[in-house]
């Protein structure tokens, strides 16, 4: 059996294709990328934002004429499969089966002809990494009890449930005797994390405590993706004194003002949100920040989107994920009046991004020079003699190396200089 397996959306959708892929490998089955060898495809969908969607049914409409002149088995999963389960049978006559989030690991039966186990509830998996990887994901929860007014997320991955701690440490084991180097947890909102150890529940910052006495290949810890609202006090001390976990935390505030963060149903205001990275500011050293900014919400005026520009000035961002408002039909926002202008959501988009572009070349030159350890990944696929690197910043990092090394090696740098987004640097005997 060859099959396909294509992956749209978040980083939980990335690691449960890693645990399918695991699965159907473990069952004889090759990975391929090309659908004419397929004698299955797999499509991992997202519903996050319409344009997602709209770029599925692209790829929809495009296996479909594949499976006119080579059969195979289609199936699409994943939040599209629940939301638009029906639509997609209508639609897309081509699609053997559509399986829910629930589901989605019980495609093993389907390949070994039995029938599907339907699930109640989201059940998590042993384990979710992929062979040969350095870095791996570690689903620790699923779903989201916030009701975000903007977001789909809650009504296609459901209320919130926690991975138990012991099945967690079980995986981390298993990563180290694969010599992985980082890893990252996952959740929709990760530091709301309430799993069970021992008979009792613990939450993120217990996790971690229970975790970082494991390690030894494993250098960094990162999670993601955390709510503003549920850092406390305890997790902000856990990551300023452990040197393992990364000093690169990612926070989705979405929007600089409080009205509009009302609107969100975000439970923070602007002045918590900047109290927040003062806190945190104080208490991390070297700290940095990636964040989630949104524009163009219902009724957001011009002094609220620069409220928003002004927030990313105030966090100064070394990563930013931008993108304007999407409306989602059945969440709340989607109803609600003054709704924005495509060329108005754009046209903010554009001064969102073009200053954050500006911010990182400042940011870069102002670090240089400096030194650092940073995990060697491959070589560079423009020029074989040069290597990639990343660092604790999540920082890419080209040099020439000395000698030879290996995916996970650890090498000392010193960055002179950037390129684009890259910084460029040299191997330290």
Known sequence: MKFLLETHGCQLNQAESNALETIL??????????????????????AVRISAENKIWGQLGHYSNVK???????????????????????????VDYVIETNDKLEIESLVLSKELDKKSQYSFTDSYYREGDISS?????????????YCIVPYVRGR?????????????????????????????NVNSYKGEYCKREINLSELLTLIIPR????????????????FSDELIDLISREDRIAKHIHLPFQSGSTRILKLMNRKSTREEIMGLVDKMREKVKGLTFSVDAMTGFPSESEKEFEETLSMMDYIDPTEAFMYFYNPREGTRA?????????????????????????????QKKESLPFQENALYLSKSRDNDKEALLKDEHNNHISIIPLKKHLPGDILKIEVESFRGNTFRGREIE
Do not use: W
Not at 215 to 230: A, Q, T, V
């Open 25 to 46: 490998t473990s069952l004889g089955g090759t990975r391929t990328d090309d659908p004419y060898e397929a004698n299955l495809v797999i499509v991992n969908t997202c």
């Open 68 to 94: 006119k002149t080579h059969p195979f088995t289609l199936i699409v999963t994943g939040c599209m499969a629940d939301r638009l389960k029906d639509e997609i049978k209508r639609r897309e006559k081509s």
């Open 137 to 149: 994901y570690v689903p620790i929860m699923n779903g989201c009890n916030n009701f975000c007014s």
């Open 160 to 188: 919130e449930i926690s991975r138990s701690a012991e099945d967690i440490l079980k995986e981390i084991d298993y990563l180290e005797s694969k010599n992985v180097k980082e890893i990252t947890l996952l959740g929709q």
């Open 215 to 230: 390690l030894n290949s494993i250098r960094l810890i990162y999670f993601e993706s955390p709510h503003p609202k549920d």
């Open 334 to 362: 989607y109803d609600m009046p003054s709704q924005i202008s495509e060329d108005v959501k754009k046209e903010r988009l554009k001064r969102l991004i073009d200053e954050q572009l500006e911010r990182q070349k400042r």
